[in-house]
């Protein structure tokens, strides 16, 4: 998912990923300067935000 690019940069709206069945997917996030995140397992069945930390690292946080 690509967000922004310009000035005026953007936020994400909410995106749906089907896991068939699933219990917990593994995701990681590439950063606009090219830096990733490290691999973290994610529950299945819940709305999550994804944040990048001030050391880079992942926040993810539970909206349901």
Not at 6 to 12: C, D, I, Y
Not at 15 to 39: K, M, Y
């Amino acid at each position: 998912i690509t967000v922004g690019g310009f000035h005026a940069s953007g936020r994400a709206l909410p995106e749906h990923f089907g896991l068939g069945s699933q219990e917990a997917v593994a995701l990681r996030v590439i950063w606009p300067d090219a830096t990733a995140s490290a691999w973290v397992t994610v529950g299945a069945n819940q709305i999550v935000e994804l944040r990048r930390q001030d050391d880079g690292g992942l926040a993810v946080r539970c909206l349901d």
